[in-house]
């Protein structure tokens, strides 16, 4: 066991590595000079001289394997350098912004995981019946929605049903919790819809599966009640692959919450990239897709440990390799 | 692949009423899935006879009727430029679709080919590969395709690329799953203990049998491809205007008008949900053909 977290976290490194390398490339690509953006866009009222200037105070004169050990050797110690838009370290602007996102993440996984599983067992445990029908349609609308598109949706009905509007200051967490929950309820919900629509249709599908397993017809015959067979002997062993697929939706819930924060007009990390990576403000661009990537292969690498420890059986196996 | 799922492909010319009779039957089985299908193919006939179906010019507005609503002229109504969104609807179905099958196509085919080809390899192009896909899987597919975009600049073939870049990896990583399963199996070594060349065991024995996974991820990354094209549109990183899109369609003034003009965003959005609602059915119903384990239930 302790050889195959070894392997992992070794492999999870290195993918780390080749995350900041392709972050770092894919952004000095980028067309659109940083250092005439720096000077102000008025082009052709800078001179070359004064544009060369900026440049060798930038670093960006020096040879792109330099630059990238400089950077490289920055963020090892969390110093993203300074964005060149808002003039302020990378590090704290991600820092100011964080949260939000970090919220809304979580407030989507956990409306996603009360809402669909519960739909997914009960839809499991009357296959046929016109809740099944309903959840089965629903799941698939859900998975064809856009979230930007459901975001726009959600806030039209909010307008006509109660006179909602967007606030026009997001209070923090730690201010005043209850408000900022009420706050970030609807983009979490937007966010969430697709994850929610996703699990409700795995857990349906595995809890036919194991419903139909001898160990549950088992339970049965020992005269259990239906409600323990499906919650106790049921559930208990169709959760393992939806704790996976939390897992990796972390990903996909990151991409969605880049376009709902646009559209809500919420001050978190999504918003922010956007706003980078159009304007070609590589420092900050570089460090929050860093960050968001490094978020991912975190996540999957915690899923892969979590699975072993949830499940004796892929332990034996991961030890067999 | 003799069965019956895969039949109409191979059926000879000569036997047009058995392949309808199979096609029928399919249908049958399978009513989402033909539903799904029927659906796409009217889309594609719509963008593809688009001038012939659009009543206006999409990109011409009329001055006298901005924002107006629905009515028996604009049935859609018109966007803040007086532009009938209909034709708009219509000529945006183009780009979706383009865009849409294009992503989908090219991202799995350049990813398939790296993961069977380098799987088949074994050895450090193998390890490489690997490492290379898994810092790739690393970005939320969204973000990765707004950076490309942004690299490559707004424009139909570039969007394209942008989009496939993120669906490339995770059909590589498919594509590897079936290949080491097939690696070990007999009839692989049976090939090349006849001598067959790596191209021909790939080409001839590897692909045929790894093409049903494929073919089942590129339809779910159609619909992901088209809702993710419709993302780019509206950060302002995809399609610009005066270009019709979904995407387009609901971003910039579009959002700001939405609580007078909630026709504006709506429709497309409808559009869009159709459009990968139909996809998806059709993936599912083509997934349930191909896979053994469901066939005839």
């Known amino acids: ?321 | 692949m003799s069965d019956a799922g895969a039949a109409p492909a191979v059926v000879p010319a000569g036997a047009r009423g058995a392949r309808w009779r199979t096609l029928a039957r399919i249908a049958r089985e399978q009513p989402l899935g033909a539903f799904g299908a029927l659906v796409l193919l009217v889309m594609v006939v719509v963008a593809i006879g688009a001038p012939v179906f659009a009543p206006f010019d999409p990109t011409q507005g009329d001055a006298a009727s901005l924002n107006s609503a629905p009515n028996a002229r604009n049935w859609l109504g018109t966007d803040a430029f007086g532009r009938d969104n209909l034709s708009r609807l219509i000529y945006g179905a183009r780009i979706s679709l383009m865009v849409g099958l294009g992503a989908s196509l090219l991202g799995v085919v350049v990813g398939a080919a790296l993961g069977i080809v380098s799987t088949y390899r074994g050895g450090w192009v193998d390890t490489i590969t690997q490492r290379v896909m898994d810092a790739l899987l690393a970005f939320p597919m969204l973000l990765l395709a707004l950076a490309m975009a942004a690299v490559l600049g707004p424009s139909l073939p570039n969007v394209i690329v942008a989009l496939a870049v993120p669906i490339a990896p995770r059909a590589a990583r498919i594509a590897r799953s079936s290949v080491l399963v097939l690696k070990a199996t007999t009839f692989i070594e049976a090939a090349r203990a006849t001598g067959c060349s790596d191209l021909r065991i790939i080409v001839r024995h590897i692909l045929p049998n790894t093409f049903a996974p494929l073919l089942v991820i590129a339809t779910a990354y159609l619909g992901l491809a088209i809702v993710q094209e419709a993302a780019l549109d509206y950060l302002g990183a995809g399609i610009q205007e005066p270009d019709s899109s979904w995407g387009l369609m609901m971003s910039g003034s579009a959002t700001a008008l939405a609580l007078t003009a909630p026709w504006i965003v709506i429709f497309p959005g409808l559009a869009i949900c159709l459009t990968v609602l139909a996809s998806n059915l059709l993936g599912d119903a083509i997934r349930d053909l191909l896979d053994p384990k469901l066939r005839g239930k």
């Open chain 1, 1 to 321: 066991m302790a050889d195959y977290i070894l392997r992992r976290l070794g492999i999870g490194l290195v993918t780390l590595l080749g995350v900041a390398v392709m972050v770092f490339f894919i952004m000095r690509i980028l067309p659109g000079d940083a250092a005439v953006m720096m000077s102000g866009a008025g082009a052709g009222a800078v001179s070359e001289k004064e544009l060369a200037e900026v440049r060798s105070k930038l670093g960006l004169d020096r040879s792109l394997p330099v630059q990238f050990a400089e950077w490289a050797g920055k963020v090892a110690v969390f110093d993203l350098g300074t964005s060149l838009r808002t003039g302020k370290p990378v590090i704290e602007d991600i820092a100011r912004r964080f949260p939000y996102t970090l919220q809304v993440v979580v407030m989507a996984m956990v409306i996603a995981v009360l809402v669909g599983v519960p739909m997914g067992v009960l839809s499991a445990a009357f296959p046929g019946s016109w809740g099944d029908q309903a959840l089965r349609a629903l799941s698939i609308v859900g998975l064809a929605a856009p979230s930007f598109w459901v975001g726009l949706i959600l806030i039209l009905a909010l307008v006509w049903m109660f006179q909602w509007s967007a606030p026009l200051f997001w209070e923090p967490f730690w201010v005043s919790p209850w408000k900022s929950i009420t706050q970030l309820f609807w983009p979490a919900l937007a966010v969430g819809m697709r994850q929610l629509a996703l699990i409700a249709r795995m857990t349906r599908s595995i809890m036919l599966e194991v419903l139909g397993e001898d160990f549950i017809r088992t339970a049965r015959a020992k005269g259990l009640s239906e409600w323990a067979v499906v919650m106790r002997h049921g559930l208990r062993n169709g959760l393992l692959p939806v704790v996976t697929l939390i897992g990796f939706e972390v990903s996909a819930l990151f991409g969605g919450l880049i376009v709902t924060e646009t559209v809500f007009s919420v001050p978190g990390l999504g918003q922010y990239v956007v706003t980078a990576i159009l304007n070609r403000d590589y420092p900050a661009a570089q460090g929050i897709v860093l960050i968001l990537a490094g978020i991912v292969v975190l996540g999957n690498l915690t899923v892969d440990l979590l699975y072993g420890a949830l499940d004796p059986r892929t332990r034996v196996q991961a030890a067999d390799k």
